[in-house]
């Protein structure tokens, strides 16, 4: 069973802070690592995705991933409070030659004024 | 460009009657897909098509069934509605298997009384 996994929070930090979000796997063979924001009562939107060892950087999004240790992070820079929403963690993997996503529960963030 | 369209938004339903969720998409992906979400769960696959004419059970297929009326339309039927289903359920389309990108509809919340 292909699992995902994140704290649940909520992480609180102060507005301009940095916000670290953590997620790890279960399966080495995993290809694909997405985040996901989801606002309360709305649907998943895309904000980030790596496919390669290292840093990807968008704005002020940067996401990690290290295969070695299975996990991949999101860093939010000056966070501002309509960064707070939950954020979830996706992870593809192939079976039976079609790729899946598998989700974590999500991090809810919180960023206060 | 409407991107994934859900209907309905909202339903109630009584146990044992039926019901069929819509899903439609304008972006010319191969892939669809019917997730469910409740609380501490995490977004679940219910059932996925991975082209036009083709669909397979995911996680949680029990109590449903589907079908992939043509590229753009992918429904979701609960024939004999349970309390158990009451949930938000999510449609989402891709269209790079190299990638699985998946973008989601606003949808759907059900409620079993």
């Known amino acids: 069973q292909k699992e995902v996994e994140q704290n649940s929070g909520p992480l609180s930090v102060p507005e301009g802070a940095i916000a670290s979000l953590n997620c790890t796997y279960s399966?080495?063979?995993?290809?694909?690592f997405f985040w996901y924001r989801q606002y309360s009562g709305k649907s998943p939107e895309l904000i980030m995705s790596?496919?390669?060892?290292g840093d990807k950087e968008d704005g002020r999004f940067t996401a990690q991933l290290n295969k070695a240790s299975q996990y991949v992070s999101l860093l939010i820079r000056d966070s501002q409070p309509s960064d707070s929403a939950t954020y979830l963690c996706?992870?593809?993997?192939?079976?039976?030659?079609?790729?899946?996503?598998?989700f974590g529960t999500g991090t809810r963030l919180l960023v206060s004024p | 460009n409407a991107g994934v369209t859900q209907t309905p938004k909202f339903q109630v339903l009584k146990t044992g009657q039926s019901m069929t969720l819509q899903c439609a998409q304008d972006?010319?992906?191969?892939?669809m897909y019917w997730y469910r979400q409740d609380p501490g769960m995490g977004l679940r696959l219910i059932y996925y098509?991975?082209?036009?004419?083709?669909?397979d059970k995911g996680e949680v297929p029990n109590g449903y069934n589907v079908s992939r009326l043509n590229k753009r339309e992918f429904s979701l039927r609960l024939e004999s509605a349970a309390p158990s289903q009451t949930s938000v359920y999510f449609c989402?389309?891709?269209?790079?298997?190299?990638?699985?990108?998946?973008?989601f509809g606003a949808g759907t919340r059900l409620s079993v009384l």
């Open positions: 972006m010319n992906h191969n892939s």
């Open positions: 790596i496919y390669s060892n």
């Open positions: 399966d080495r063979v995993s290809q694909s």
């Open positions: 996706a992870v593809s993997w192939v079976n039976t030659g079609f790729q899946k996503l598998v």
């Open positions: 989402a389309s891709s269209g790079d298997r190299g990638r699985n990108i998946q973008y």
């Open positions: 098509s991975a082209s036009e004419g083709t669909t």
